[in-house]
């Protein structure tokens, strides 16, 4: 495995799996255009524990793997340069969970992380030298997670971080799971990649089965994959405005992903795409024809260009950003650093072009970054081409001979939604337009028509004023 990764594949995990006393690891590696898995079979040795040379010395990129492949299945990485808990803080003696392995009574007796655990390890000693615990409650840290941060006052020479606040047993869970229950816990794994995982999960059963989707599925499954895939670049660029201090463009593009994540909720009544993929297909089809999906995504993205060009002539915020966090393309590349922040740091690396679904008969977008499109961009031109690789997406000849109005849906009824309530728990959105009994309208937050067709001055100033339905 050491030699694939210096001969350029990227470093993807490590797992095991359990049959009696005996693991098989399996060691994923991605390369250009395929993704493939190394296995090896490990026996106990004579004190009874399974014991194998730690790659993290070679491959820095395996370094939590793992940790929280010894944390969960129990296996030693001799060598590892820290092997502290990850995700499960066990005591001595207390017995891994070990996903895949049929005997479940063990998890009977494990001890769930508590207020009085044991205090964090320290690394850096020294006059003065002091731990700042973070988390894994404050304020300013958005996920669950501990940071110990080991300074003398001004600056950092170790940081640790502990995520097992955010263990939930997941590998655990799909255990003995059917296909349909599989699908819930994917879309569950993490909220903003509902799709990706769901993804993820029914194309390993597809495999397995020899299952192989209708064409039509597969597109389906590209527009809502490609739609996930927007608003969580929308989300970074929200995020790094944010980290600027200016407060218009963190307002702005936060409102470009809800209108994303509204679009979602339209298509198939979930704002994280849940529900829409399955074994086999697609649960439903989409409530809005390919060019109505089409023409409402290049409203969206006009408004997108027209903040981004604003934004990256900003003195502001180019100069808060430029030359801070600096990550080195080597250093990227040896920890396989993915999404956003791999991308800024020259990892050019996408899944899209090792095909599935869809992707195998659409055409790649030239531009951007690395000769790929924009996240934004790009995602809109393959939904156009799903527009025109399907049959049965024609657009309806309107009544009047005009052109059908962009905000129309099919059944001739217009896109009325304005500011309305609703708090539901996260991806547990009502759907647009229901009802309770006395008589208020639930909908998803989102501008009426005639705010979008006002200047943006008077949009800013005098949303109050505009009526809601």
Known sequence: MAERVAGGDRFAGVYASHRGDAAQLHGLLVGGDTVSCLRTELTPDAAGALVYPSLTPDVPAAFWYERALHDLSGVLPTGHPRLDPLLLPRTPGQASPRPGHPDRSVLDQHIHSSATEQHGPVDVAGGGVFTLPLGPVRSGVFESIEFLVETPGEDIPHLNIRPHYKHRGIAKAFETLSMADGILVAERVEGIASVAHALAFAHAAEQLSGVDPPRRARLIRVIHAELERIANHLDVVTRLCDAAGIAVPTARFGWHKECVMRLVSALCGNRFGRSVICVGGVAAEPRWTPHAVSDQLA???????????????????????????????????????????????????????????????????????GGRAGPAGGSVDRNRHCRRADPAGVRPADRAGRRPDRRDRPGGRRLRIGLGRGAAGRGAVRPAGSRRRDRSVFRPFCLTAQHAALPRCVQRRRLHRLPVY
């Open 299 to 369: 409203v969206i993205v006009r408004r997108i260009r027209g903040d981004r060009d604003a934004l990256m002539v900003d003195a502001s915020f180019l100069d808060r950003l430029r030359g801070t966090g600096h990550l080195d393309p080597t250093l990227a590349a040896s920890h396989g650093a993915l999404g956003p922040v791999g991308r800024g740091s020259g990892c050019d690396d996408d899944a899209r072009r090792r095909g599935y679904d869809g992707y195998l008969e659409l055409p790649g977008v030239e531009g951007g970054s």
